[in-house]
């Protein structure tokens, strides 16, 4: 099943469409490898972030969300410009949704379903 995102704007009370995410994987050698990119939709999601070319393994992931591209696009000063999220992969675990909850000045996450 993968890896699922999506964003609500807290201040808007709506979904952030247009938010460019970036999904990583720690190498064993300790770099991050791209697996893949891509902008969240109309309801602020990206729903299949692990290519088909990847299996979901044990490890550790980053999704990282290019929040001052989509805070300027609205003429809003946002305090980060950038909100990256790790998070482990343990053996046998077959879906991650991880959501972001995103405002100019914070941001909160959680494991979803």
């Not at 808007?12 to 991050?32: E, I």
């Not at 044990?58 to 969300?65: A, M, P």
Request: glycine share 8%.
């Amino acid at each position: 099943m993968g890896i699922s995102t999506h964003i609500l704007d807290t201040t808007k009370g709506k979904p952030a469409s247009g938010v460019l995410v970036r999904l990583y994987r720690r190498a064993p050698s300790g770099s991050w490898n791209e697996l893949s990119s891509m902008l969240t939709d109309q309801d602020g999601r990206c729903a299949h972030l692990l290519p088909d070319t990847e299996k979901l393994s044990e490890g550790e992931y980053r999704l990282d969300f290019d929040t001052a591209a989509y805070y300027s696009a609205q003429r809003v000063n946002g305090l980060y410009p950038a909100v990256q999220i790790p998070f482990y992969v343990r053996a046998g675990e077959a879906h991650f949704h991880i959501p972001l909850l995103l405002s100019p000045n914070g941001y909160t996450t959680y494991r979803g379903s």
